[in-house]
């Protein structure tokens, strides 16, 4: 019977002022930012090109346009007349997600580190790190707003709607919200390098590039629904954050 040694985590670490750092998740995620970056800047580029021409955008800035048009629906459905001030939010989290979930379907190279072996850019979504950072991240910025839209007796009042006993079962909930958020992403994008893994130990080497090739298309589906998700809630968040009382 063959084993199949599967850690959750494992990384190739370094030390940098006390703290650990895994490397390939450092350069996964750097890589992610600096495609999503490198999109922004040149439809920028290219829309105001356009303006400027009067022309007819071309591909990539209708596609771009249609993008935003859809982070759009899912601000202006969340939030209603808001939606303008959380887009950028809504464009990075989408954006940032869904790239560092389709970093997976590079091809694989494996690197040596202390006599161990490594994938050199595995997603970044994959480890709970980055998933639990931007959950976090967008927690953190809802409480804001919350507090801001409401005041902090407000805020500290919703906890006790609508009656009183409820409020450890509201607290929890607020607590549980970024643990959900970073589990649902982490979960489903480990589960895509998992299966590569099993593939990996399992199938013949000439056979692996084939179950790789039949492999990938799904995982990105799964990426793509897992930006979606993740944004949806997001935005979702927020609204309810920023909500009051008398608003259904």
Known sequence: MLAIDINVGHHPVVSLFGLKVNLDDVLSSLLAALVVATVVLAASRAAKKNAASGGVPGKFLTAFEAFLEFIQGLAEGSLGAKYKRFMGLGVAIFAMVLT???IGALPSIMIRWHGEKYELLPPPS?????PLAMAMTVIVWV???SIRSRGVGGYLGHFFQPFKLMAPINLIEEVI???TM???LFGNMFSGVLMVMVMTALLPIYVLPVGEIIWKPFDMFIGGIQAFIFTLLTMLYMGMGMSHGDEH
Request: proline residues 6%.
């Open 177 to 179: 919200k970024p643990v």
């Open 100 to 102: 560092s979930n389709w």
């Open 182 to 184: 970073t589990f649902r």
């Open 126 to 130: 994959s480890d709970v790190n980055l």
């Open 143 to 145: 409480t804001f707003e």
